[in-house]
């Protein structure tokens, strides 16, 4: 995403994704392409809040109800919007910003300087160039004294603004006030309550309480971590067929009802709303726009020796485009997929928390794959996209189901009762590689009718 304020995009025709469980399985042939664009600490005594009732078992596109999920689950915490604020004058724009309006000049100055050098040398005379080289040689120690010192003023820069990630531990580099970021955050916000104020639904639809409820739940299940506590969640349930859920830094939660018709059931559900919640409560946004800033302001003493040092504009535009292309994939890139798996992690451990069905969460994702490889759509390489792929993702979340069921164990939850939903998802993969394979040979074999044919929901 491009505003490094959103924290999870799913894209896709949501008209045709419909529940991948049980017989409506064979509804994915409907289903285009879809793509995700989003070692915890914890102390020796671990705080568990939550409701001893598991959530509900099932939501459809069509029959949502608020009584899927227990009527004791809390609203804690939870705000609900009934109408939209006008957004309030601002008496200096936030720090951010700031940064993003002026990111494009400092390009531009870089551009001119190093455009400048390079007209410069190329106007010196042959003697003058030498006696410059001459004198760059006599005084390469001095030049390589300054080259270290501003290196290592950016590394004491760098280091100067590490803070510890909360619930993981782990060292992030923050580079704006988290209090001006909520700004920023507050203006986007409002952008997206004026673009979506018609399609809000109210709180009395029942696709709305169950958003609540899920959310209500979580927050409730994890308020003895701070930063859960801290954050007023605000529902928004949009009328939008996208596949598509985000929460905004300042506890704005966006859900549209495509999300709904996507998942197969509410613990589903539970841990998408726990991923997004956990990109909020470990700060990711600022945390990318700080090292994006960060590497943007070093990416222009390279751009002004790129344009410097070629001879020529067209030269120095193809090693610019090089140079940006290098940072996005090198660095960038990266350090988004590092961010979704670590929300992944901590959102899982939101859900365990919650009582939640765990295992549920990979399922999600081999249903994404699944939906692609149906529809044949050609798998992008996980160093193209900012998300690890559908694949990686279950998997990495397959390893983490064991400690985040010790977690569950932990906070005295019920015990998971029936078959394993990742047990069920393979059985419904083979019945289905099985179903289509007789439809395409249906002279070649001949089905014995006094064998019963299986009868998968059972299985």
Known sequence: LSGNTRNCFLTGNPDSHRNFVGKRLERL???????????????????????FQPPGEKITSLQISSAELPHHFSAWNVHIIRSLHTSPSFQAAPVPLFWIIVKPAQKLLAIILGRSIRNWWKALPPNKRELFKESARKNKWKILLGVSSLGVVFIMFYF??????????????????????????????????EEFKNQMLPETDARYQVVERVVGHLSESNKDIPEVSALKWVIHVVDEPGVNA??????????????????????????????????????????????????????????????????????????????????????????????????????LQFAAKACVDVRASSVFWQQMELAETIQGQPKI?????????????????????????????????????GPDPRLIFRLNMQHLLESSKDRETPNSTQQDPSKPKPDFAHT
């Open 246 to 347: 985000f929460v905004l830094p300042n506890g704005q939660v966006f859900v549209f009802t495509g999300l709904l018709d996507a998942v197969s059931d509410i613990h589903q559900l539970s841990f998408i709303l726990g991923h997004e919640i956990a990109h909020a409560v470990l700060e990711h946004a600022v945390k990318k726009a700080s090292l994006v800033h960060f590497l943007d302001f070093l990416s222009l003493i390279f751009l002004t020796m790129i344009w410097a040092i070629c001879p020529r504009d067209s030269l120095a535009v193809l090693g610019q485009w090089v140079q940006s292309k290098l940072q996005e994939f090198m660095f960038d890139r990266p350090y988004s997929r590092t961010l979704e798996a670590e929300a992944d992690k901590v959102g």
């Open 381 to 417: 390489p996980e160093w193209l996209s900012t998300h690890p792929s559908h694949e990686n993702r279950a998997e990495h979340l397959d390893r983490l189901i064991p400690q985040a069921l010790k977690i569950r164990e932990s906070c005295n939850c019920p015990s998971l009762s």
């Open 29 to 51: 042939l409907n289903v285009p392409n879809t793509g995700v664009y989003r070692n915890a600490h914890h102390s020796s005594q671990r705080f568990c809040f939550q409701s």
């Open 160 to 193: 100067t603004h590490l803070e510890e990630t909360p619930i993981t531990g782990r060292a992030r580099l923050l580079v704006f006030g988290k209090e001006h970021f909520r700004e920023l955050s507050q203006m986007e916000y409002e952008m997206w309550m």
